[in-house]
Nanobody, 123 residues
């Protein structure tokens, strides 16, 4: 059974930092692009960042570029999202997922999803 488990969310003040982790089990995803998405209340799920299987290519939404860093450790089957300079508008549930389609930023091109971890940024 494939499972993705996110962790590391929490409550942080604006300007603070968090590191999210996404641990995969049930199979290895070392050959897949992995992504992070987020969903705020009343809004659609949106792309945040993605990373190639080797880690040599990364992709970011304009809203997080320069503040967030995605990385992965294939030996641990884990993907990370380092979030710095957090803003109240970053408040959302953050999800990790496995990309199986062609497009990096499109939700429907991802298949396996975790249950999400809540990030709340206070002003």
């Amino acid at each position: 059974q494939v499972q993705l488990v996110e962790s590391g969310g929490g409550l942080v003040q604006a300007g603070g930092s968090l590191r999210l982790s996404c641990a995969a089990s049930g199979r290895t995803f070392s050959s897949y692009i992995m992504g992070w998405f987020r969903q705020a209340p009343g809004r659609e799920r949106e792309f945040v960042a993605a990373i190639s299987w080797s880690g040599s290519s990364t992709y970011y939404a304009d809203s997080v570029k320069g503040r967030f860093t995605i990385s992965r450790d294939n030996a641990k089957n884990t993907v990370y999202l380092r979030m710095n300079s957090l803003k109240p508008e970053d408040t959302a549930v953050y999800y990790c997922a496995v990309k199986i389609g062609a497009r990096v930023e499109i939700t429907s091109d991802y298949y396996y999803w975790g249950q999400g971890t809540q990030v709340t940024v206070s002003s």
